[in-house]
Each structure stands twice: as structure tokens, then as C-alpha cells.
């Protein structure tokens, strides 16, 4: 594992870090789009006084704080594993490129001493799951995970009330940021009640508490879309339904599921779901670099 120096630095100084995943720039929007926003995002972190950390695979060679060149050349390359937690040895003795989804970044973080992590929308139980019996290994690895994962609920394609008990079972604490519905990443709300927090100081004692008791796993900290950005939930869902059938049509199954659905989504909405997409990651990364810098003091 390659840790860049301006991360070591901070690991060894106590300094605020939030980890960020590399899928997001490999598999979750168009290039230029996806080098740009990486970036712009980073910079979010660093203007709120914390450090980024985009985790992703070069070569073989796991790196903890990719460079704006890697960051180019990840987001540029043509043959780009996505990685889960299991895939990661297969990348590494491939000598592969790979960028890490939410439980690999997860794994990965963790292993480095970073805490605090910040996404879009974490994995979930797919619809039509007794189907496919499609269940994302982010929710499996946020039980495992000391750390805390800022996200806009759980991506609108999934089973979100599947998704929230399969949570519950896991055991990850789930607490809605300044809300106490579950957000639906386009949307503000699901109908779904959560216990809520109110800042970034409540979020760090929930999380040294739980250290206190040494009770495994994530504490998952669901932050809604800014309104301005939101889309409602009705014409999300009418999008969705087209875009699954388009994906039974073709045969889209495994991981190729999810990037397929997120591209359909931005078609058939004119690109209104990639603006939402870029403005809930933008603001998910501000409450991570908020919650990292309390849990430094």
C-alpha cells in the first residue's frame, strides 16, 4: 500500500482526512466530467480543513491519496476493474488498474487510519432481489468497518426499505443528518424514520461512544441532497422503471447493473440526475470534512 506523503503526514499529526472512492471517477460519470468533479471535490475537503484521500489500485500498487495525475489517468484509462473488497488481491496480482467502490474503499481506509470516508450513495439490496439475489457487499462491510461513511441514503435504483433492514441486521448505525427520514439519494425522502443528528460534533460523540463500547462496525450518515438539487421522487421513479426494463432487455446483470442503470438515468433525464449526482457527492464531502476535523480535537 502506497500512502501519499501529505496523508502520512496527517495520519501522524492527528489531522482531519476523508477517504474518497475512485469508481465514482472510473464508472460513475462521463469523462471529462468525472476527472473535473474529482477534483472540484477534493478541493471541498481541502477549503474546509481536512485532507482528501481518493483511494484507488495503479498497476498493482493500492494507493491511499491518489495525485491529480492519477487521478487523470484513472479516470481516463480504458481497462478499469471494479473493485469490491474481494477483487482487490485479484487486482493487485494482475498488476491491474482498479477503482475501489464503497466497501473496498472502505477495507481500504481502514487499514490506512482514515475514519471518516465520503460517497455519493452507498450499495444496497437491488430491486427484484429474490430474483437475483443482487445484494451489495458494501452493506457486509460496513458491519466490519470502524469508520463513518457520509452518504445521500442508498442510490434511488435499490430496494431502500430492504436496504435499511438489512442495515438493522448488520448492526451499522444508520442517523440522518439535520433529518430524521432517510434520504433517497435524487430526492430528500423516502417515508422511512431514522434517528437524527443535528452537527458534526453529535456524529464524533456517536462514534467515540461506540469505540468506548467496542461495538463493530460503520456508522452510515445519511445526508440529503441539497434542496435546490433535489429531483422528486415520482419522476425518479419513472426513470427507473424504464431504465430496468431496458436492463432486462439486454440481459444486464452483476456489476455491470449499477452503471448501466446510473447511465440510463442520465439520459432519460437529460442529464438532470448527473448535476444531482455531482451536487449530493459535493455536499456529502463538506459534512465528512466537517465530522473529520471533530474527531481530531
Known amino acids: 500500500m502506497k500512502i501519499s506523503e501529505e496523508v502520512k503526514d496527517a495520519l501522524s499529526y492527528n489531522r482531519p482526512i476523508v477517504a474518497l472512492e475512485s469508481t465514482i471517477i472510473a464508472h460513475g460519470m462521463p469523462y471529462p466530467k468525472n476527472i473535473e468533479v474529482a477534483i472540484e471535490v477534493e478541493q471541498i475537503i481541502r477549503e474546509e480543513g481536512a ?15 491518489l495525485s491529480k495525475a492519477e487521478i487523470e489517468y484513472i479516470g481516463s484509462a480504458k481497462e478499469v476493474m471494479k473493485l469490491s473488497t474481494r477483487e482487490i488481491p485479484i487486482c493487485i496480482m494482475r498488476k491491474n488498474d482498479g477503482a475501489t467502490a464503497v466497501s473496498a474503499t472502505s477495507f481500504i481506509a481502514e487499514r490506512a487510519g482514515i475514519k471518516v470516508f465520503a460517497t455519493g450513495g452507498a450499495g444496497g439490496v437491488h430491486r427484484e432481489v429474490f430474483k437475483s439475489f443482487d445484494i451489495s457487499r458494501d452493506l457486509d462491510e460496513l458491519s466490519l468497518r470502524n469508520i463513518i461513511l457520509v452518504s445521500s441514503g442508498t442510490k434511488s435504483i435499490l430496494d431502500i426499505p430492504k436496504t435499511i433492514e438489512y442495515l438493522e441486521t448488520k448492526g451499522v448505525i444508520v442517523v440522518g443528518y439535520q433529518t430524521d427520514e432517510f434520504p433517497a439519494f435524487y430526492s430528500r425522502k423516502s417515508n422511512i424514520k431514522i434517528p437524527g443528528v443535528n452537527s458534526p460534533e453529535e456524529v464524533a460523540e456517536i462514534f467515540k461512544e461506540k469505540q468506548n463500547l467496542s461495538i463493530k462496525g460503520a456508522i452510515l450518515v445519511a ?70 476535523k471533530e474527531l481530531t480535537k
Open 51 to 65: 485532507i482528501p484521500a481518493t483511494i484507488g489500485v495503479i498497476k498493482g500498487e493500492i494507493i491511499v491519496g
Open 223 to 292: 445526508n440529503p441532497i441539497p434542496e435546490e438539487y433535489e429531483i422528486p421522487s415520482p419522476i425518479v421513479e419513472k426513470w427507473i422503471a424504464l431504465a430496468l426494463a431496458d436492463a432486462r432487455r439486454q440481459d444486464i446483470h452483476g456489476k455491470q447493473v449499477t452503471p448501466f442503470l446510473l447511465s440510463k438515468l442520465v439520459e432519460l433525464s437529460n442529464g438532470k440526475t448527473l448535476t444531482a449526482n455531482i451536487h449530493l457527492m459535493k455536499n456529502n464531502a463538506k459534512v465528512a470534512a466537517l465530522i473529520a
